[in-house]
């Protein structure tokens, strides 16, 4: 080996898998896809022209080499964290560009405070903020999302936020005008308005899941407050959030002993050991005001960062 440019990000990964007890563990914990990794851990053992792992069943672990090996390089792999580990710690400058994509209708009943609150705290970061439903997934260190949906994120970090309870809502001159809304099969042929594409909702009674109901939207507003407007105008019904409309005397909650079933929001971002401090802080913020809202919280996985 005539140096270890080319080795140190290798041994780092496989240092890593050893630890978490999978390519897959490892991959998770630093937000990378698993290919690349096992990719990593095979270009280093060409180098190195040693077996360093194996599986024993659907376990995979150090061969004894790799054992020697892993108890070699482990203690130097952990000085070098904890030696960035204190040079970032002991910088106090947050700076540099955030990109963070939110639903629209997250924005004033959630995200406002937070980063004005945010850019004034670090007047040297910068915030690339995006309100839409695009669910592209974050490329980089420096980008968050907030999304209820998390299907194709798997390489990614998803940290829970909150579960907003939705009821059912119309209004007085609504219901005035229309048939009265006391049953599933009502609900389902009243005027919808939606705030997202969505066409099939489940209904729950009690904490069971009942049935689903079709959704023909007459109109379709991504954003929530301008979806109660529409509400309170009487031009249909909508699932809004508990939260939102409590005390809104403009609005009647129709069957108010069915909900649409909970719907989880989370923050997704990529999980690297060493993220940019703006990053940090920017997560750091959002998570502490999700414990903090009136809203349904598991107070078992808010805190909890997936491996």
């Not at 080795?7 to 898998?17: R, S």
């Not at 050893?18 to 897959?24: K, Q």
């Not at 509400?231 to 005390?247: D, N, T």
Request: proline share 5%; charged share 25%; net charge negative.
């Amino acid at each position: 080996m005539d140096s270890i440019f080319g080795y140190i990000d290798d041994v780092y990964l496989f240092c890593k898998v050893v630890e978490e007890g999978s390519v897959l563990a490892a991959a998770n914990r630093l937000g990378l896809p698993q290919s690349t990794v096992s990719r990593r851990i095979s270009s280093l053992e060409q180098k190195l022209g040693l077996r360093l792992l194996e599986k024993h069943g659907r376990e995979l672990a150090p061969t004894e080499v790799g054992k020697m090996a892993f108890d070699q390089l482990s203690s130097g792999v952990e000085q070098i964290e904890i030696g960035l580990n204190n040079v970032t710690e002991k910088t106090d400058l947050v700076a540099g560009r955030v990109r963070l994509a939110v639903p629209h209708s997250f924005y004033h009943s959630f995200i406002a405070p937070i980063v004005e609150q945010y850019l004034k705290t670090y007047p040297n970061v910068h915030i690339d903020l995006a309100l839409n439903h695009d669910q592209s997934k974050p490329k980089t260190d420096r980008e968050l999302l907030i999304t209820f949906d998390t299907s194709d994120m798997e390489d990614l970090i998803a940290r829970p936020l909150f579960t907003a309870k939705h009821g059912f809502f119309a209004s007085a001159s609504y219901l005035d005008e229309h048939a009265p809304i006391e049953t599933m099969e009502q609900l389902e042929q009243a005027d919808w308005l939606t705030i997202d594409d969505a066409r099939r909702i489940q209904v729950v009674n009690d904490g069971r899941v009942v049935g689903d109901i079709e959704l023909k939207p007459r109109l379709v507003v991504n954003d929530i407050q301008a979806l109660v407007d529409a509400v309170e105008r009487g031009l249909g019904v909508a699932s809004l959030p508990l939260k939102h409309v409590s005390g809104n005397i403009n609005l009647v909650h129709v069957v108010p002993e069915y909900y649409r079933s909970d719907r989880q929001a989370f923050l997704v971002y990529k999980g690297r050991q060493y993220q940019p401090k703006a990053v940090k802080a920017l997560i750091e913020a959002i998570l502490a005001t999700a414990r903090h809202m009136d809203t349904a919280v598991n107070p078992n996985q808010i805190n909890k960062e997936p491996k």
